[in-house]
């Protein structure tokens, strides 16, 4: 099925950086949705956009809504080990109900 | 708020067997649920949409006679991997939808089923 393509892949940090990851799609998206999945545990949501240009915070974390409406960025400032995991975006395009899922971004914090 | 619990949360069977996997959200009414599967390393793919009172819709290469979904409920949805095989073995997760069309998912925390 089809996917976003989330950048980077993978990224190790030290704890106190501030992390950046983005997600691109070659269809406009009406939603976009950001979630964290630790190992065995499903996805818990973090922050949901529904606006162009929408910027939307939950604590450390920042999510924007790309103006184009193809793109999504989500920040983490000061990271800690408990940032450990994986972060997918998700979307959904007009006319659909349907969330389409981003590869991924795995996020590894050094201590 | 907004709390989907799957059961079980892992499951080991024979090759050949049937096996149930329920979802259910437990403080909100749920019209729509999806079910996705996950393998090692991999995003969440798709596989079916589960609504209330009707048929589930499939995805494009899913094999609707072999993951039976069943919708009974606004609160329960179900997945029946009906004779299972090794390559069935996968982390399948459920998610529930609250309100209207783009509203967010809420998953629950998956169930690993592993085939012998």
Not at chain 2, 27 to 37: E, V
Not at chain 2, 67 to 75: D, E, K, R, V
């Amino acid at each position: 099925g089809q996917q976003l393509n989330q950048s980077p892949q993978s990224m190790f940090i030290q704890e106190g950086e501030d992390v950046s990851m983005n997600c691109t799609s070659s269809s406009i998206f009406n939603t976009w949705l950001w979630y964290k999945q630790d190992p065995g545990e499903g996805p818990v949501l973090l922050i949901a956009l529904y606006k162009a240009g929408e910027l939307t915070s939950n604590g450390r974390l920042t999510a924007q809504f790309g103006i184009t409406r193809k793109d999504s960025f989500l920040n983490i400032s000061a990271s800690i080990p408990s940032d450990v995991g994986i972060y997918f975006c998700a979307g959904t395009t007009s006319g659909t109900y349907k969330y389409i899922f981003g590869t991924g971004t795995r996020l590894k914090v050094l201590a | 708020g907004a709390v989907v619990s799957q059961h079980p949360s892992w499951v080991i069977c024979k090759s050949g067997t049937s096996v149930k996997i329920e979802c259910r959200s437990l403080d909100f009414q749920a019209t729509t649920m999806f079910w996705y599967r996950q393998f090692p390393k991999q995003s969440l793919m798709l596989m079916a949409t589960s609504n209330e009172g009707s048929k589930a819709t499939y995805e494009q290469g899913v094999e609707k006679d072999k993951f039976l979904i069943n919708h009974a409920s606004l609160t329960l949805s179900t997945l029946t991997v009906t004779s299972a095989h090794p390559e069935d073995s996968s982390f399948y997760i459920c998610s529930a939808r609250e309100g209207f069309d783009n509203s967010p998912l809420h998953f629950g925390n998956g169930t690993r089923l592993t085939v012998t």
